[in-house]
């Protein structure tokens, strides 16, 4: 059975081990597929988008790194379990797994929030957790390795008018702890993983309900105060893998005071706060359901 310690595999330990990475294809995901990579490690990254994902791949393989790129919907079991498949016949193991795929959901309240990317987020998040963890742990089975789950906001506690994405982090949280529990002893070592405000699309560009888009725009000033680089995000991953610390979450005092602290003196500095771009949506009241 593998090994493990305090201090975890560190930059030199990845050397010829093989990672999975889930909406790999840019922000957060592109950034650990970078950053496994450039410590040695076989990246296999995927995606719905295969031309993103290509490009992305191609980028990465500019810089000199091995990395790879498959085309994946994480909401379809036969296409996850495919992506494992893929990496295990191309290296013949897989280390390192990372369900990062995510998808935000409208901004707003669940009455007058439209059901369809409502579902979508929830899938998803969860599906794709779900049958990511599925596959990671058959794979692993034989020699052990590091399974990441990627929480957010909401994981700990409701989050008004976000409660697709939120609640559906709140179960990636519950679920994860459960399966650490589980494997506890196997050899796969389970994490969650929380990186805290991000600037990535996903934070970014964010779509309303309309009537709400002013509440989310003092998001904005939270971003600017609190967000990191997807790079310096990723790099917080690194004393995860190969320990058994079930969770790591990067707004935790004093971190968070640190990373103000430097974005505030950014801003004395003259350098520009990052902005939310808010696509606001037309929405209709839902109907009330009959009785009967």
Not at 273 to 285: F, G, H, N, Q, W
Request: hydrophobic share 45%; glycine share 12%.
């Amino acid at each position: 059975m593998p090994r493990t310690s305090r201090a975890g595999l560190g930059p030199a330990g990845l050397t010829g081990r093989v990672a999975v990475i889930t909406g790999g294809g840019s922000g957060l995901g592109l950034a650990i597929a970078r950053l496994l990579a450039a410590h040695g490690a076989r990246v296999l990254i995927a995606g719905r988008d295969d031309e993103r994902l290509e490009r992305a791949a191609e980028l990465l393989r500019h810089e000199g790194l091995d990395v790879r790129a498959r085309q994946c919907d994480v909401t379809d079991r036969e296409q996850v379990f495919a992506l494992a498949a893929d990496a295990l016949r191309r290296w013949d193991r897989i280390d390192i797994w990372v369900n990062n795929a995510g998808q935000a959901g409208v901004f707003g309240p669940v009455r007058r929030g439209p059901e369809k990317p409502f579902l979508a987020t929830t899938d998803t998040v969860i599906r794709g957790t779900y049958f990511g963890s599925l596959a990671a742990l058959d794979a692993m089975a034989p020699r052990g390795g590091d399974l990441v789950n990627l929480l957010g906001r909401g994981d700990d506690g409701p989050v008004e008018n976000q409660a697709a994405y939120g609640s559906a982090k709140a179960w990636v949280r519950a679920f994860t702890a459960a399966l650490a529990s589980e494997q506890q002893g196997s050899g796969v070592r389970v994490h969650a993983f929380n990186p805290g405000l991000v600037r990535t699309d996903l934070l970014g560009r964010v779509t309303s309900v309309r009537g709400y888009a002013g509440a989310l725009q003092r998001l904005s000033g939270v971003v600017a105060v609190l967000g990191r680089g997807p790079d310096e995000a990723a790099a917080a991953l690194l004393p995860l893998l190969g320990t058994e610390r079930r969770e790591y979450r990067a707004l935790a005092a004093p971190r968070a005071l640190a990373v103000a602290a430097r974005n505030l003196l950014d801003r004395v500095r003259g350098q520009p706060a990052p902005r939310l771009v808010v696509e606001v949506i037309e929405v209709d009241d839902r109907p009330e359901a009959s009785g009967g």
